[in-house]
């Protein structure tokens, strides 16, 4: 069948009812998810903010909120340590990952900068902003990534550092920690592949230790975990949670968090876009235990937390939870973002896409390059057989994107994960916007 072509000249922004990976918008990049269920009973998601490929972070915090970890709010610009807000007197360098704990009707922000300070901030709102940002004197050991955990007792702890994970209590302040419980060492990259990026949680009376995890491929890509009895240890390492390998090209790091909302425990994560190791968006999965306490590793979606995604929604492309080959996601305007630098065999997946009864065609809206090219649908696995192919026409004088309606040409129903497959010669094929089956 020969597809059917309509010129656009405006881009679309279409936002889903549903919830999907990941859970800010196109332009917002916020990473190292550190979640928290608050006394309102709303999860609150605090973390670093990327603005450049050619760096991490920046010199602000957002804070993320939801009722139901499908409709997000972002509350932005609440901690800052430069500029007309600047909360950190002690100095100008970006913030890196974040964390946050109440007590006593008052919010602490604990955060870390890029010259390896950490420090602590207040607010009497889970949003902020955040106030009054005071160093925490960690007696020369200070480096990156705090946490706070509070145990059943009441008793707070601090844990942070690189490679090898520092641990004490904090006073009960919340603002200072008592030097003479210092422990180091707690997990460490050779013992447990621990890398950065600490965070505790109990539960049954086992405390989880998560943490950027370099076990596979000699990056931290995967969130890994060790388990103990005992706030301080000894742990035992048990394995990954999640791997983020092949959300771009360019990956490097993972840092997340587990919590419990509403009966269900979620882990919280970050995936890079951009060709690079930063602009990284947070995501969600749910995850289960076994009955010895263990976790399944979970796997990266494009749904998250709510099931299968509807086909005849329009899909926006950058959701694509998997990409192999040059292929990454890129911003093309500052609230659209699509699948570019496309090569010969690139590859793009989509977990998970319900077809219902069955599908007639898919729209896709396309940028064309020089050449053109096809885009091969396939169900299940990237060798299967294909479902439609798509001719994507090489690009017109004026350069406007393109949509492109084809037949489906066998029968597609119920859940599946669908495949983009890439076929041309040359670079840089075209970009992908988005799709939607009819």
């Excluded at 890196?96 to 420090?119: I, M, N, R, V």
């Excluded at 235990?289 to 979970?298: L, R, V």
């Excluded at 990266?300 to 926006?316: E, I, N, S």
Aim: proline fraction near 6%.
């Amino acid at each position: 069948m020969k597809p059917f072509l309509l010129f656009c000249s405006l881009l679309l922004f279409v936002v889903s009812g549903k919830a999907q990976n990941p859970i800010v918008p196109p332009g917002t990049y916020i990473a190292d998810p550190s979640a928290h269920v608050w006394q309102d009973g709303k999860m609150y998601v605090y973390g670093s903010k990327d603005e450049s490929p050619n760096y991490y972070c920046s010199w602000e915090h957002h804070v993320l909120s939801s009722p139901d970890l499908i409709h997000w709010d972002i509350a932005r610009h609440r901690f800052s340590s430069k500029g007309e807000d600047d909360q950190v007197p002690f100095t100008d360098a970006h913030l890196y990952a974040p964390d946050c704990q109440y007590k006593d009707g008052t919010y602490y922000l604990y955060f870390c900068t890029s010259d390896w300070k950490e420090g602590v901030a207040t607010s009497k709102s889970p949003l902020g902003p955040f106030k009054d940002g005071k160093l925490i004197d960690l007696k020369d050991k200070s480096m990156i990534d705090p946490c706070v955990f509070i145990d059943d007792d009441g008793q707070a702890y601090y844990i942070w550092g690189q490679f090898s994970a520092k641990m004490a209590k904090l006073k009960p302040n919340m603002m200072e920690i008592d030097s003479t419980t210092i422990h180091e060492g707690v997990v460490t990259e050779k013992e447990h592949f621990f890398h950065e990026g600490g965070y505790l949680v109990k539960r049954n009376g086992i405390y989880y230790f998560l943490f950027a995890d370099i076990s596979r491929s000699n990056r931290p890509t995967c969130l890994g975990y060790a388990t103990s009895d005992k706030p301080f240890g000894p742990y035992q390492y048990r394995g990954v949670i999640i791997d983020d390998d092949h959300c771009d090209p360019s990956d490097w790091t993972n840092h997340g968090s587990l919590v419990e909302f509403k009966g269900q425990w979620y882990v919280f994560y970050h995936r890079s876009t951009h060709n690079t190791y930063a602009m990284r968006k947070p995501c969600i999965e749910p995850i289960h235990f076994n009955p010895d306490g263990s976790i399944q590793e979970a796997e990266m979606t494009t749904q998250g937390v709510a099931g299968p995604l509807d086909a005849r929604k329009k899909m926006d492309a950058e959701r694509a939870c998997l990409l192999f080959g040059n292929v990454f996601i890129k911003a093309c305007a500052p609230d659209n973002e699509l699948l570019a630098n496309i090569h010969n065999e690139d590859k793009a997946a989509y977990k998970y896409i319900d077809f219902g009864a069955g599908v007639d065609s898919v729209l896709i809206k396309v940028n064309p390059g020089f050449k053109g090219g096809s885009i091969r649908l396939m169900l299940d696995q990237p060798w299967s057989s294909s479902v439609a192919q798509v001719e994507v026409p090489a690009r017109i004088e004026t350069g406007e994107p393109v949509l492109i309606r084809h037949k489906i040409t066998k029968p597609v129903k119920g859940v599946h994960a669908l495949w983009l497959l890439f076929l041309g010669t040359g670079d840089n094929l075209f970009d992908v916007d988005w799709f939607q089956f009819k």
